[in-house]
C-alpha cells in the first residue's frame, strides 16, 4: 500500500491550498484517514481526521479555516486549506488506515509529505 501526498507549496498568508493523497495497492478497505503536520522544531500534530462515514475532527487552530474530504471510490483524501496564517507552515503527512485482502486489522499507512510555505 503507497500513498502519494501532493498539493503543497508556497503562499502568501491568507491565500488557500488543497492538498490531496491518494492511496493505492493492496486495499480492501480504508476506515480512517487524516492529515498530520510537523512545523520545524516541532513535534507531529494532528491537523484534521475523516472516517469511512465521513465524521470529521480538526484541531483548534485549524477549525474553519481547514477542510476535510474524501473520494471512497478513488480512495483518496483532502485537505483544502484556506485563510492560511505563517504558523501553518510545515511538512503535512497523510495517513490512512487500511485493510488489505486477507488480513484480520487494520494497519496505519503513511505519505511521503509535502512541504507548505506560508510566507510573504
Known amino acids: 500500500v503507497q500513498l502519494q501526498a501532493s498539493g503543497g507549496g508556497l503562499v502568501q498568508p491568507g491565500g488557500s491550498l488543497r492538498l490531496s493523497c491518494a492511496a493505492s495497492?493492496?486495499?480492501?478497505?480504508?476506515?480512517?484517514m487524516g492529515w498530520y503536520r510537523r512545523a520545524p522544531g516541532k513535534e507531529r500534530e494532528s491537523v484534521a481526521a475523516?472516517?469511512?462515514?465521513?465524521?470529521?475532527t480538526y484541531a483548534d487552530s485549524v477549525r474553519g479555516r481547514f477542510t476535510i474530504s474524501r473520494d471512497n471510490a478513488k480512495n483518496t483524501v483532502y485537505l483544502q486549506m484556506n485563510n492560511l496564517r505563517p504558523e501553518d507552515t510545515a511538512v503535512y503527512y497523510c495517513?490512512?488506515?487500511?485493510?488489505?485482502?486477507?488480513?484480520?486489522?487494520?494497519?496505519?499507512?503513511w505519505g511521503q509529505g509535502t512541504q507548505v510555505t506560508v510566507s510573504s
Open positions: 475523516i472516517s469511512a462515514g465521513g465524521r470529521t
Open positions: 495497492g493492496s486495499i480492501f478497505s480504508i476506515n480512517t
Open positions: 495517513n490512512a488506515g487500511v485493510l488489505s485482502p486477507g488480513s484480520t486489522s487494520y494497519k496505519g499507512y
